[in-house]
């Protein structure tokens, strides 16, 4: 059985789609889905000898080759426009996650659909999808044996830069003044998530807050010359998470 990370991702595909999983690994996504009756093929795609040849072991052994093709390269350079109208890159960082977007997304007019789970780094992939023409339909934060993961949907938009650029005004909550969040709080944090405020989420953000508050306190231990700037800006970033989460709760 899968992970309740995978089967959260899974959950995004679209009956019928023509999926092309990006980073594959043990191919468990399209496995799952064809067996679900999800989708009827895939095409799975992986960079690294170790994983593609997992992958395709997995579908060989799951006797689904004839409906998963497991493909040996860089990101999306695996596809052919036509081949696929749903692309899932998960479980690496979000600056790789936009770089192979960067690097294939334009030449596959065919994909409308995009399902992102970075690791880390997940402003990088909503930086990515304003500055591309992709449209943030969808955002889900969950846990699993201690770890927190931000899942993303995203189609193709003309209206995309105006849906994403909206500010959000934030009610106040009692004692506050209320804030305006700003376009880096909503890349940093996530528009839709910053509206839920889930239990995961502030769980989340407590834990940035004290990650940077040890690099914080590392840099004012230290004597280089270029910590002071750089402490004084990561001290910034602490107030304005604490201020967001505070007025959000
Ligand atoms: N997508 C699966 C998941 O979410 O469970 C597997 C995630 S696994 C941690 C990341 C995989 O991405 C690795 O198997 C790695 O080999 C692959 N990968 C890294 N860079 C890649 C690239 N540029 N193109 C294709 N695959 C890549």
């Not at 695996?78 to 890159?89: F, S």
């Not at 969950?142 to 830069?161: L, P, T, V």
Request: charged share 25%.
């Amino acid at each position: 059985t899968i992970s309740k990370r995978l089967k959260q991702i899974a959950l995004l595909v679209p009956q019928g789609s023509r999926l092309a999983d990006i980073g594959s690994d043990h191919a468990l996504l399209p496995v799952y889905l064809v067996q679900q009756g999800t989708i009827e093929s895939a095409i799975a795609g992986e960079l690294n000898p170790g994983p593609y040849a997992a992958a395709a072991k997995q579908v060989r052994e799951a006797g689904l080759s004839r409906q998963i093709d497991v493909r040996n390269g860089d990101g999306l350079s695996v596809l052919k426009d036509g081949e696929a109208d749903v692309a899932v890159i998960a479980g690496m960082g979000g600056h790789l996650i936009a770089r192979i977007l960067g690097e294939g997304i334009a030449a596959l007019p065919s994909i409308r659909r995009l399902i992102l789970q970075p690791n880390v780094g997940e402003e990088a992939v909503r930086q990515w999808l304003l500055d591309n023409g992709w449209f943030l339909e969808q955002e889900h934060i969950m846990e699993e044996d201690g770890k927190i993961y931000e899942i993303m949907a995203a189609i193709r938009s003309e209206e995309a830069e105006e849906a994403n650029q909206a500010l959000y005004c934030v009610r106040p909550v009692e004692g506050t003044e209320g804030i305006m969040l700003e376009r880096a709080d909503l890349i940093s944090m996530g528009p839709y998530l910053v509206q839920e405020v889930s239990p995961v989420f502030v769980a989340k953000w407590e834990r940035e807050i004290d990650k940077l508050v040890k690099v914080s306190d590392q840099l004012a231990n230290s004597r280089l010359e270029a910590s002071e700037a750089k402490q004084e800006q990561i001290n910034k970033r602490i107030d304005r998470i604490k201020e967001v989460l505070q007025c959000l709760q």
